[in-house]
């Protein structure tokens, strides 16, 4: 009789603190949902430190982030109105040509294999393929230095095939899943180099935690304009887009937003690029 | 559509090639370690028993892509062991073959112990009261009627491995799911048609094996 009081009990207590949070959870949607209640969804990477990346708290920041903040502003959105969605690289094109998100920001290398299936704004950043080293080792200087070096990258990416059948085919490529594990051999020594986009390297190379440890060669060893990608045929939003782009490098937010997310880690930026028509 | 693999870029063969060498190798390595589990498991030595036991449970439960990333990270890139691997090639595959053991020779052992247990217990006692020790019993009566009866759990077991040997390209292992995730970056447009290849890849290897060992299997049961 006394277990049964003290469930029932603490079942009631369970549903008034569930109603609680509930209720909370109402209030909040509400207040936030003032504005004009429409959203827009854009893709975004979730992992790339400096370019897209979810934060424990759950918010998002980067590069990326503010290019697509601005771009939605100028479209008639309000940032809080903006739902974010996980682009990872082999799933951008489809995103876009389903229809599941109104365009991608997500270091978006504009080339032609993915022209066929989207159709792309911008170029925002021109960013080059480069090589990360520890900050102590002056061994490296040129793209045929890597042949008898240990090289960590992505496996699959095009940095890490571009190593493989062109600027050093003797290096000894390690190829992980993502980046952040080759940091971890970066630091012990068992690799000397991490290769890719050195907007990428800079995001890793400005956070907190590894500031001064890496350092940026400066290589220029490809070109990789990043553009954002949209919906086929859709020159509207196109033009749209192309505008706001205009419109931020124009009032200075683009190099404010550069010299934040990828300041710390002495990034050398390229000028604004030129947006083709 | 598939007009990618004329291309002459991808080693499609080169690469299914290494998940078999991966599946082949590991699938010995469980085998044997896997056994030696089983007798662990069922040996009257209470230490033996409980390292049995705390090791099956403990990697069973651990996921793969965990077991293998910390063989890399935690094994090779931070405490120097390569298992005499020269380059990263070599060390990635026999990091992932040693990750791959630890992994499916859990899966072995339990395998194997569900077949003990189909041998009756009379089978023990009478070799027992014939006075063959407990190694003898384990390895002469017991495991050859046990081994009979699970061909083909074992065979799933197999099957699985073949396609665990797609976690391995999480670190830097050239088989077919590294190849894939390489086709994918460069022929974003044809998505549907990768996928289709590297699914018919696989299909190609376990269909075989399952329809083989089925066979293997029916064939050699103890009928009791």
Not at chain 2, 20 to 32: D, E, N, P, R, W
């Amino acid at each position: 009789m006394k277990l049964q009081k003290a469930t029932a009990a603490a079942a009631t207590a369970l549903v008034i603190a569930l109603t609680a949070t509930a209720c909370g959870g109402d209030s909040k949607d509400d207040s936030s949902g003032s504005g004009s209640g429409d959203k827009i969804t854009i893709g975004i990477k979730f992992d790339q430190p400096g370019i897209g990346l979810q934060k424990p708290d759950g918010s998002y920041a980067g590069f990326d982030v503010d290019v697509a903040t601005y771009v939605a502003k100028e479209l008639g959105y309000d940032a809080k109105n903006i739902v974010w969605k996980k682009a990872p690289s082999a799933e951008r094109e489809n995103l876009i040509a389903n229809g599941d998100v109104k365009f991608v920001a997500a270091s978006y290398t504009i080339n032609d294999e993915r022209k066929k299936k989207v159709d792309f704004a911008g170029p925002y950043l021109l960013a080059h393929q480069d090589l990360l080293v520890r900050a102590d080792d002056n061994s490296i200087t040129k793209a045929e230095d890597l042949n008898s070096k240990k090289l960590c990258s992505v496996a699959g990416s095009t940095s890490a095939q571009n190593i493989h059948d062109t600027l050093a085919p003797k290096a000894d490529l390690q190829e992980f899943a993502g980046y952040s594990e080759c940091l971890t051999g970066l630091e012990n020594e068992a690799v000397d180099a991490l290769t890719t986009d050195d907007s990428i390297l800079a995001g890793y190379a400005a956070q907190p935690e590894l500031k001064g440890k890496f350092k940026l060669l400066g290589l220029k060893l490809s070109d990789e304009p990043y553009g954002i990608g949209l919906k086929k045929g859709d020159t509207e939003l196109k033009t749209k887009v192309n505008d706001a782009l205009k419109k931020m490098v124009s009032d200075g937010s683009w190099e404010k937003a550069v010299k934040a997310n990828f300041g710390p880690a002495n990034y050398k930026n390229e000028p604004a690029p030129q947006i083709a028509d | 559509m598939f007009d990618f693999l004329d291309s002459g870029q991808y080693d499609l063969l080169g690469a299914f090639w290494v998940t078999v060498q991966l599946t082949l190798y590991s699938a010995v390595g469980s085998l044997i370690w896997g056994t030696l589990l089983a007798g662990m498991r069922v040996s009257p030595v209470p230490l033996l028993r409980t390292f049995g036991t705390g090791y099956v449970n403990v990697v069973r439960n651990t996921p793969l892509t965990l077991v293998l990333v910390g063989c890399s990270l935690g094994l090779g890139q931070t405490l120097q062991f390569t298992l005499g691997g020269q380059d990263f090639k070599s060390i990635g595959f026999r990091l992932a073959v040693l990750g791959l053991v630890a992994y499916t020779s859990t899966f072995v052992c339990e395998s194997i112990r569900s077949g003990i247990n189909t041998v009756p217990v009379g089978q023990a006692e009478a070799a027992r009261a014939l006075g063959l020790s407990f190694r003898q019993v384990l390895t002469l009566i017991i495991l050859p009627q046990a081994f009979r009866s699970v061909v083909a759990p074992l065979a799933n077991v197999l099957i699985a491995l073949t396609k665990n040997t797609t976690v391995a390209a999480a670190i830097g292992v050239a088989e077919a799911s590294a190849l894939m995730k390489k086709m994918i970056e460069n022929e974003s447009s044809a998505l549907f048609a990768v996928f289709a290849v590297f699914a018919f890849g696989f299909i190609v290897l376990t269909l075989p094996t399952g329809l083989l060992l089925g066979w293997v299997s029916k064939r050699v049961a103890v009928k009791r």
